[in-house]
Each structure stands twice: as structure tokens, then as C-alpha cells.
């Protein structure tokens, strides 16, 4: 049982360029979210997904794409990079969203650090 | 809106002795309140919830958390500190939205836990 494997774990890119990190799940968890994590700055939310054709934005998503064609995969698109977002992102999942059935409780992926020159 | 606040950005303990890790909240409605662990180069790990009922709450690797409804505060203790206790503390908070955004977490910046021998 693999969880939430994130890919990649390293990448650098040059800024305009575009690229996908990778987010998968094996739980056959409903919700599916992106953060980013920035020194002092706690995570903040990207995009969230509760479902196969379901996303929503959260606190940070500009400059950022999602889609959610299967229940498995959430990838996460950076359409034009840019030095601020060089960061640290995490892919997390869980059940759903009601309480009764674990929601909250999030499977953290490893992470993906990005650098932006 | 939905917040959390970790008033400290690290607590430094020795082994052995008591740990507190702190958190504030402030919410409308009911608080549905959690704590995450991030160790070094590593995704977060869930702890432990409040959702309803005992004030007291237990979790994972010995901590247990203390919800208090006048202080609007949810402290995170453990009687006696392991230097493998070291890491990233986060106190974070379900979004008080409908729907789908009641999956997302709000998490507090972090703080950092240092248990010297």
C-alpha cells in the first residue's frame, strides 16, 4: 500500500517554463488537495479536489492548473513559473469531507521541492 | 474566517521532562481542531482530532492534546519528551465553508520542537 506518491521529488526550472507535478493515490480517497509550503508561512491550500471532474481553488491558486480525470491522480500544473513559487508542495488526501467517514484526516504525500531561477 | 495561531516558533525541551506545543483557535460554529507532525524532509502525519465530546484528547506516539473552549485554545502535551519527539508541530483547523471546502485543513505556521538529552 503506497499511499500518496508524489513526483518528482527534486526539479528546477527555469522561469516561464511549465511543468506537472505528479500526484497519485491507492486509498480510493474522494478528496485530493495541493499545498504549498513556504518558511514562517505555515501550508497553504492550492486547489482541492472532492471527486473524478471535481476541482475548486483554494487560498493560492494563481498561476496554477488542476484536473481530476480519475479518483486516483491529481496533477498540478505550474502554466508559466515563476521565482515565487519556489517552494515546497504537498499532495494530501483523504476519505471525504464528511466527519463520520475521516475527513481531515490527510495522507500526506513526501513532497516535491521546486526551484524557480 | 476560520483560524489558527502557534504563538511560539520553537519550544526547546529536555528529555524527559513535559512538552507543550500551543495553538489558539478562532472559529464560527463548532471547532473541529487537529494536530500534524512533519519530521525532517518528510510529509506531515496526523496526530490527533477534536471533534466533539472529552476535552482530552489522545493520539498517536504518546501526545495527547487538551481542548478548552474558554481559552479557545487546543494544546498539544506529552509527559515526557524523546529526543525522536524532534520536528515540525502543526495545529490546524477544519474550514468552516459548505461542501466540498469542509475537506480542507487550515493549518497554523509550525512550531518547532527541539528535545535535547
Known amino acids: 500500500n503506497a499511499g500518496v506518491t508524489q513526483t518528482p521529488k527534486f526539479q528546477v526550472l527555469k522561469t516561464g517554463q511549465s511543468m506537472t507535478l505528479q500526484c497519485a493515490q491507492d486509498?480510493?480517497?474522494?478528496?485530493m488537495s495541493w499545498y504549498r509550503q513556504d518558511p514562517g508561512m505555515g501550508l497553504r491550500l492550492i486547489h482541492y479536489?472532492?471527486?473524478?471532474?471535481?476541482?475548486d481553488q483554494g487560498e493560492v491558486p494563481n498561476g496554477y492548473n488542476v484536473s481530476r480525470s480519475t479518483t486516483e491522480d491529481f496533477p498540478l500544473r505550474l502554466l508559466s513559473a515563476a521565482p515565487s513559487q519556489t517552494s515546497v508542495y504537498f499532495c494530501?488526501?483523504?476519505?471525504?469531507?464528511?466527519?463520520?467517514?475521516?475527513?481531515?484526516?490527510?495522507?500526506f504525500g513526501a513532497g516535491s521541492r521546486l526551484t524557480v531561477l | 474566517a476560520q483560524s489558527v495561531a502557534q504563538p511560539e516558533d520553537q519550544v526547546n525541551v529536555a528529555e524527559g521532562n513535559p512538552l507543550t506545543v500551543k495553538c489558539t483557535y478562532s472559529?464560527?460554529?463548532?471547532?473541529?481542531l487537529f494536530w500534524y507532525v512533519q519530521y525532517p524532509n518528510r510529509g506531515l502525519q496526523f496526530l490527533l482530532k477534536?471533534?466533539?465530546?472529552?476535552?482530552l484528547v489522545k493520539g498517536s506516539y504518546g501526545f495527547e492534546a487538551e481542548f478548552n473552549k474558554s481559552q479557545t485554545s487546543f494544546h498539544l502535551k506529552k509527559p515526557s519528551a524523546l529526543v525522536s519527539d524532534s520536528a515540525l508541530y502543526f495545529c490546524?483547523?477544519?474550514?468552516?465553508?459548505?461542501?466540498?471546502?469542509?475537506?480542507?485543513?487550515?493549518f497554523g505556521k509550525g512550531t518547532k520542537l527541539s528535545v535535547k538529552p
Open positions: 477534536y471533534i466533539t465530546g472529552d476535552n
Open positions: 486509498m480510493n480517497h474522494e478528496y
Open positions: 479536489s472532492v471527486g473524478a471532474g471535481i476541482t
Open positions: 472559529v464560527s460554529g463548532n471547532p473541529y
Open positions: 494530501a488526501s483523504s476519505p471525504g469531507t464528511s466527519l463520520l467517514l475521516g475527513a481531515n484526516v490527510l495522507t
Open positions: 490546524a483547523v477544519r474550514d468552516g465553508g459548505y461542501g466540498g471546502s469542509q475537506g480542507n485543513l487550515i
